[in-house]
């Protein structure tokens, strides 16, 4: 089920709300949330809720087992056995496929017989869920979250329908208390819905129409491009790829809000930044953060001299590359960011550092605008001609695929307001409305609840249309 249709929208939110809001105490709000989570899940998954159960069982005695052999030899060694449980679901899930593909790859040099698997279904968010348990069990460990003694309660915290399937990704401790006990007022609920229709609108009114010229021109063979539609799809690709999951997270934030839990920030406006190591402290922060204190720092960080420091760095990305997919393209994509991360530390860090911030801004969006090719494309080769076809490597015949065939009025005016994200007005803007509201607090409380009805009438009549309505991190 998507936070973006009909069903959502206009049956099982307003129900799971009115129903949640009526209850009385906290045990019987979290069994609410905890039904309706799981039955969010089994609408698009059907079976694969036994995969999410399963997760939740075994993280749970694992967590027990862990603290039952605190600051014994043995601990170390369960801690090692759950993270291994945890990410053998994900690779068998996620990976076995490629592996399988790949070594038959290097099967057939040696004129050996391929091994046979059938596809394997991707559950959906199993990326998620999967690194939200392995935060849980890492801090039980460390000390740094209380361990959770109800099955129940670490069922809800990672079953929460709201940051299931695509994040952001909550650290146990951020909401170890408030699975316990949480207040949700009114004012809570106002900011809430706010947030979750504004997220909507980012999702539905600006990442679906630019999703439609991009699908549509990636799916060119790239030979028969020309530069300019090219350069068009990759631009709406990578301005529908950040309101596409910046709109999840907003309305995950805003859902869980309504909810009484307060969840980390996502996004930060990632397009402004000045240098990559900026990119990645606004773009999808809690899995930066994440790959920083569970895998980054463990690996001792910067803290074993600059080759040391790199190689972690190429780690590190390589990880989220193949986090994000198994394919080639990915890894490819990982290591771009990695290999500029790295570029930062040297002389040329100083060189950017020192450069007009609009050369910087340039470098960001190229840096990142390369890699969404192959994050983009469905192999490498696709990758590569695409890039070339961006240069006028291809042979692409303007009368075939002119641009033209993918421009229009509605793709000109939604390119053109998503353009505003590398700028800094939307934080002039909103900080001037703040100011604005301090001074006409009626007024403006009366004008927002306008714009707000006006956001959610335009995304029902785009929904009910049955516009393009993808979600790239689906099937993370």
Not at 121 to 126: A, M, Q, R, V, Y
Not at 414 to 438: I, K, N, Y
Request: with cysteine; net charge positive; aromatic share 14%.
């Amino acid at each position: 089920m998507l936070f973006s249709s009909t069903i959502f929208l206009f049956a099982f939110l307003p129900v799971v709300l009115c129903l949640y809001w009526a209850l009385p105490g906290m045990r019987s709000r979290n069994a609410l949330l905890l039904l309706a989570s799981l039955l969010f899940y089994a609408w698009g998954e059907a079976g694969y809720v036994l995969i999410v159960l399963a997760s939740i069982g075994l993280n749970w005695a694992f967590g027990l087992w862990i603290d039952a052999r605190r600051n014994r030899a043995s601990e170390r060694l369960i801690l090692a056995a759950a993270l291994g449980a945890n990410l053998l679901l994900l690779g068998v899930f996620k990976y076995a496929n490629f592996l399988s593909d790949n070594l038959n790859e290097v099967l057939s040099i040696f004129g050996a017989a391929p091994t046979r698997l059938d596809p394997i279904h991707l559950p959906i968010g199993i990326s998620f869920f999967t690194f939200q348990a392995i935060t849980y069990l890492v801090d039980v460990h460390r000390g740094e979250a209380p361990l959770e003694r109800s099955p129940f309660r670490v069922a809800l915290y990672i079953a929460l329908f709201p940051q299931l399937i695509a994040g952001p990704i909550v650290r146990y401790r951020q909401v170890a208390a408030q699975l316990v006990h949480r207040h949700a007022s009114l004012e809570d609920l106002n900011e809430g819905v706010r947030r979750f229709i504004l997220g909507l609108g980012k999702k539905v009114l600006v990442a679906n129409t630019l999703a439609l010229p991009a699908d549509r021109i990636f799916a060119i063979p790239p030979d028969q491009l020309e530069p300019a539609t090219a350069w068009l799809g990759l631009t709406c690709f990578t301005f529908q790829i950040y309101f596409d999951f910046s709109g999840y997270s907003d309305m995950a934030i805003g859902l869980g809000r309504c909810f009484g839990f307060r969840f980390p920030e996502n996004f930060n406006w990632p397009y402004r930044s000045r240098s990559m190591r900026e990119f990645w402290r606004r773009w999808h922060m809690t899995l930066s953060s994440f790959f920083r204190d569970y895998v980054y720092i463990p690996l001792r960080g910067n803290r074993g001299g600059l080759g040391r420091t790199y190689a972690n760095l190429l780690i590190i990305f390589l990880l989220c590359g193949l986090w994000h997919g198994a394919s080639w393209t990915f890894v490819v994509w990982g290591l771009i960011h990695g290999a500029f991360l790295i570029v930062e530390r040297t002389r040329a860090g100083d060189w950017i550092r020192a450069a007009p911030r609009r050369v910087q801004s340039l470098y960001v969006l190229s840096v990142a605008m390369v890699g969404w090719v192959f994050f983009r494309s469905d192999d490498l080769a696709h990758a590569i001609a695409f890039l070339s076809a961006m240069v006028g490597g291809g042979e692409g015949d303007p009368s075939f695929h002119p641009v033209a065939l993918y421009w229009n009025a509605k793709v000109g005016c939604t390119l053109a307001g998503a353009a505003l994200s590398t700028t800094a007005l939307p934080a002039w803007l909103a900080a001037r409305f703040r100011e604005t509201a301090s001074r006409h607090p009626t007024p403006f409380a009366g004008a927002r609840i306008v714009s707000l009805q006006l956001v959610l009438l335009l995304c029902a009549m785009s929904l009910a249309a049955g516009t393009h309505n993808p979600f790239i991190y689906f099937r993370f």
